[in-house]
Each structure stands twice: as structure tokens, then as C-alpha cells.
Nanobody
């Protein structure tokens, strides 16, 4: 059973940055498409960013485009979400999700239903 593990959440003031990390597999991330989602109280889980297994394709929600960057850390073997210029509306629990795909797949996925495995979530709180 695969269990993505998130880390890096916390509380910051608006305008500051946070970096979230997701470890999907101890060995490699080459056969996992990974997405980041978030859920604020009373709202549905929403798409934030996604990356293909190859790393060649990334997608972002309009609300984070230009502020957030998803990328692979080959040393830590994690998929990271760099969040800059944070806003209070970014406050949510952030979840990492993984989908098993063939090695080098160029597809990325933005729908909750596409993913097979989910992490427990990490809280991000942005204050004014």
C-alpha cells in the first residue's frame, strides 16, 4: 500500500512563502503522476497543481498560477510545492495525491477522481 507523506505546512503572514514536500515512494518518482490539492473548511477539495511522471508537464489552478511551482527534488526524492506570495485565501489543508502510471508518462491529472493514493494532509494557514 502506497501512502504519500506530506511535510512543510505551517503558519505564515500574507506575502511570505512556504514549501511543501510529498514523498510517494522511497525508490523513485518516475512512475507516479502527482498532484497537490487543498481543502478549506466547508468547501470541497480543489485542485492546486499537478506534474506528470516524466516531470515534463505541469498544470496549475488559475488561483495559484504564477505564485506556486510544483517540481521534483531528486535528492530528497520528493515532489515539492513552492508557494510564494501567499494570501489568506490560500489557507487550507493541503493534500498530496499520487497516480500509478507507466514510467515517463507525460500526462498530468487535475481531478480528485483520477488519483489512487492520498496523503493525510498538512495545514497551511496564512494570516493578514
Amino acid at each position: 500500500q502506497v501512502q504519500p507523506v506530506e511535510s512543510g505546512g505551517g503558519s505564515v503572514q500574507a506575502g511570505r512563502s512556504l514549501r511543501l514536500s510529498c514523498e510517494v515512494s522511497e525508490r523513485t518518482n518516475d512512475n507516479w503522476a502527482v498532484g497537490w490539492f487543498r481543502q478549506a473548511p466547508g468547501l470541497e477539495r480543489e485542485f492546486v497543481a499537478a506534474m506528470s511522471a516524466s516531470g515534463g508537464r505541469t498544470d496549475y489552478a488559475d488561483s495559484v498560477q504564477g505564485r506556486f511551482t510544483i517540481g521534483r527534488d531528486n535528492v530528497k526524492k520528493t515532489i515539492d510545492l513552492q508557494m510564494n506570495r501567499l494570501k489568506p485565501e490560500d489557507t487550507a489543508v493541503y493534500y498530496c495525491a499520487a497516480k500509478s502510471v507507466y514510467i515517463g508518462s507525460e500526462w498530468s491529472y487535475a481531478d480528485v477522481k483520477d488519483y489512487d493514493y492520498w496523503g493525510q494532509g498538512t495545514q497551511v494557514t496564512v494570516s493578514t
